[in-house]
């Protein structure tokens, strides 16, 4: 079978790499209570970040600078950047985080199809 498929009912994080028996990355289905925050601050040996905010508001730090996200924000976070997310005080947080090796991506779209 040349495909995998899953169905993410919610819950506070899901990660989706075992699940869809990913190769080349890892996403994470994630919802944040109102105040609530990831608890660590963190960077990467070689994994850039991309989020997606579903619904919501919330920040995140991103070497000591404040971003304020929310639903339909898309946001990228280097490899080697310190960063942690908070959804605001009065409102949960939901978002798409996609981490991929930074620089692997060597075709995209129609550069990368076989038609």
């Not at 993410?8 to 994630?30: C, F, P, Q, W, Y």
Request: glycine letters at 12%; charged letters at 20%; aromatic letters at 6%.
């Amino acid at each position: 079978m040349n495909y995998t498929k899953v169905t993410v009912k919610g819950g506070a994080r899901t990660e989706l790499h075992d699940m869809l028996s990913l190769t080349g990355a890892e996403i994470s289905v994630n919802e944040m209570p109102a105040g609530g925050c990831v608890p660590f601050v963190h960077a990467h040996k070689q994994n850039e970040e991309i989020y997606l905010i579903l619904s919501g508001k919330g920040s995140m730090i991103v070497d000591g600078e404040t971003v304020a996200l929310e639903a339909g924000d898309w946001l990228r976070v280097s490899p080697a950047a310190k960063r942690q997310m908070f959804a605001a005080p009065d409102t949960g947080v939901k978002y798409i985080c996609i981490q991929v090796k930074a620089g692997s991506l060597g075709g995209y779209s129609a550069t990368d199809a076989l038609i």
